[in-house]
């Protein structure tokens, strides 16, 4: 074990901060998806990661043995290195709906009201 405590989401700089949630679909199965025994396995966290060089290159799933006591503030894990599923397929495999909210640098204590929204010049879409 490395010892390394799993905590929020960071990258070198933090340009970019904040959030993500994601509603499974019914039909999903992540442990199916990246090839983890049910039985064996519980997954406690999903893990996505990338660089400008790669795209999103990195897919991992954390998990604890089955039949672990899940009572304390700490929990130890297992991270599995998912190479078979390119991470954004995997996203959409298990994906009913997702949510990602990014504030720029700076903006993090601000409350941000939407006052208006508009298509962009030239956005086929909008027109």
Avoid: C
């Avoid at 990661?49 to 799933?61: I, P, Q, S, T």
């Avoid at 397929?89 to 601000?110: Q, T, V």
Wanted: hydrophobic share 40%.
């Amino acid at each position: 074990m490395t010892g390394e405590v799993w905590n929020d989401a960071s990258t070198t700089y933090s340009d970019w901060r904040g959030t993500a949630q994601l509603d499974s679909r019914m039909s999903a199965d992540l442990h199916e998806l990246v090839g983890l025994d049910q039985e064996s396995w519980v997954i406690l966290g999903l893990e996505i990661g990338g660089g400008e060089r790669d795209g999103f290159d990195h897919l991992a799933v954390l998990a604890a043995p089955a039949g672990t006591d899940f009572t304390g503030p700490r929990l130890e894990a297992t991270k599995f290195y998912v190479t078979h599923i390119k991470p954004v397929d995997a996203l959409a495999n298990l994906m009913y709906s997702f949510d990602l909210r990014l504030r720029a640098k700076g903006f993090d204590g601000f409350e941000i009201k939407v006052a208006d929204s508009a298509s962009l010049p030239g956005d086929p879409q909008g027109e």
